[in-house]
């Protein structure tokens, strides 16, 4: 058996701390210019890896890092356990009910959002091979396949801290860009782990049928009978041992498992990692503590190390090539956004600055395409130059992710009361009551926007607790503050008029829902100082209420 000796033991010990102490160095200056920890953590690798280090004091990096080589096989080897643990945070916070809820939506737009970027990344990898990717002629099918897989997938860790430091987490357009993401994630693996099978078994067609069976197989299980059984074992767990430390270990153990069965079938061990980490995180035994607890024991250690070691693996200086790297850039940027554009505005039928939103906020790839351009470099699929285009990729989308994300969705949130008007949100009504057209409104609210009816229903009856929004002249202004990223208005008319409690006891005919987002005060301010203006005289209000067409509606609501 081969053992580090003493002074190996020692280089280990100064490799783990040197990393460990410029990742947070680096991670904390990423975190404090509002971008995620990992882009400082890459930055921290180059900084001291062979790329500045090793060449302006080369001997200091020899030391570290060259002087002994079973030492930087065992911080690789660690390195490794910290990318598996990634794969299987990633997969806790793969909320299956999300994407069950989110449905239809949230299908079309992951749908679409992988399958045009595949064949984009694969169409230009193949055009582009031999004039500007310039490797080896035998791979050409094989990048082409991974180009395509690398453009289709988004990075999910990275996509919810977004959303999250941009308060959308909650919102609808939050929830479909999250959904998305996941289904994303979940497609581009299956696909990754099938084509890395190819690339490193060298499989012929029958092989690769059964690598896809087994991969099937292998989700089908784990996500219905092995989920039911880490439900029955978790409580049993619990129960036996105090603490949350029988939980955690159970769940790294099954994790390691899993990715045990993946790689001995030929299928990469992230895989295997990223599964159970669904089957897990989705178990109701699974508390918030054992997965933070969890994700902060790999945030703060392994994929550090992890993200570090990717500097110290390649020169990206020496292996930067800018047409390489713009060709990388321009193809991803185009291939999402078109992909989810589309979509978005064409088959979910959002509109286009919503469309904008979400296919900017579906575009960081993060540690995903980073993880998967460092797997295909160890396979030998792509060369350096390639992989450190990746890398800047990679980074690049993930920091413009949320600023144009911010962008589009500000400027949703500040459309005036005109630019909300949609004849799908105008209708006739024939309630008899207040709270029948409150409970009608609120549920086709619900319907068109898929929003929690209930929950909005008592969030507008508790508004009109406080003081009835019946105003005068026909007028009736309901609203409630919800988690909606951009303001809803929806007019239903009452030809006969409802009693709303109206300052002026006339009853309302115009009948005006708005919904604003939650922490927008002057939003929903401004837009209720709009509405009473353009519609808060008799004659407007009836001059509206007598028409019959709901386009006629618009213009004339348009021209007060």
């Not at 302006?56 to 890092?65: A, Q």
């Not at 500007?132 to 988004?154: D, M, Q, R, V």
């Not at 599964?275 to 989705?282: H, L, R």
């Amino acid at each position: 058996m081969i053992s580090l000796n003493h002074h190996e033991v020692i280089i280990l010990l100064i490799q783990l701390s040197v990393l460990l102490i410029f990742a947070r160095i680096f991670g904390e200056l990423s975190r404090l210019a509002k971008q995620p920890a990992v882009i400082g953590e890459i930055i921290a690798g180059i900084v001291i890896g062979p790329s500045l280090l090793g060449n302006y004091f080369s001997d200091l990096f020899e030391y570290i890092f060259k002087s002994s080589p079973n030492a930087f096989i065992a911080l690789d080897g660690i390195s490794s356990i910290g990318v598996i643990l990634l794969l299987f945070v990633a997969g806790m916070e793969l909320e299956i009910p999300l994407i069950v809820k989110k449905g239809k939506s949230a299908a079309i737009i992951s749908l679409f959002g992988v399958v045009v970027p595949f064949i984009i990344g694969f169409l230009s990898g193949w055009v582009f091979y031999d004039s500007i990717i310039k490797f080896n002629p035998e791979y050409k099918l094989l990048f082409s396949l991974f180009f395509g897989t690398a453009l289709s997938i988004s990075a999910l860790p990275v996509i919810a801290k977004t959303l999250l430091d941009l308060n959308l987490l909650k919102t609808q357009i939050g929830g479909l860009i999250l959904a998305a993401a996941m289904v994303d994630d979940l497609i581009g693996w299956i696909f990754f782990s099938i084509l890395l099978s190819m690339i490193v078994t060298s499989a012929e067609l029958n092989q690769i049928i059964i690598v896809v069976l087994s991969i099937l197989v292998f989700v089908a299980f784990t996500l219905t009978l092995g989920r039911a059984i880490i439900n029955r074992i978790l409580p049993l767990i619990v129960s036996y041992i105090s603490g949350p430390g029988g939980v955690i270990a159970f769940s790294i153990v099954i994790c390691l498992l899993g990715s045990l069965f993946t790689q001995s079938i030929g299928i990469h061990s992230i895989f295997g990692a990223f599964i159970v980490g669904i089957a897990v995180g989705n178990s109701e035994h699974f508390t918030n503590e054992h997965r933070e607890i969890i994700h902060q024991f790999t945030a703060g250690f392994f994929a550090p190390l992890f993200f570090v070691m990717i500097g110290l693996k390649v020169n990206f200086i020496q292996n930067f090539d800018i047409v390489l790297v713009i060709f990388v850039i321009f193809f991803a940027f185009a291939a999402k956004i078109i992909g989810v554009g589309i979509g978005s505005y064409y088959f979910a039928k959002l509109n286009k600055y919503e469309s904008w939103a979400i296919a900017f906020g579906l575009n960081a790839r993060g540690s995903m395409a980073i993880i998967l351009g460092l797997i295909a470099l160890e396979a030998k699929v792509i060369n350096q130059e390639i992989f450190v285009a990746i890398v800047i990729m990679a980074i690049l989308t993930s920091i413009t992710s949320g600023p144009f994300l911010n962008y589009f969705v500000k400027f949703l949130r500040n459309r005036s009361f005109i630019d909300l008007l949609d004849k799908k949100l105008i209708y006739i009504s024939n309630a008899g009551s207040k709270n029948e057209l409150i409970k009608e409104i609120c549920n086709f609210a619900a319907t068109q926007f898929k929003l929690n009816e209930k929950e909005l229903h008592l969030e507008v009856l508790r508004r009109e607790q406080l003081i009835s929004t019946g105003l005068q002249n026909h007028l009736a202004i309901p609203h409630a503050k919800f988690s909606v990223a951009s303001p809803i208005v929806i007019i239903a008319i009452s030809k006969d008029g409802i009693e709303f409690d109206s300052l002026d006891g006339l009853p309302a005919k115009v009948i005006i829902f708005l919904i604003t987002p939650y922490g927008e005060n002057d939003l929903q301010l401004n837009l209720l100082a709009e509405i009473a203006n353009k519609l808060g005289t008799i004659k407007n209000t009836q001059k509206i209420v007598s028409l019959d067409s709901i386009d006629d509606i618009i213009k004339t609501i348009k021209k007060l």
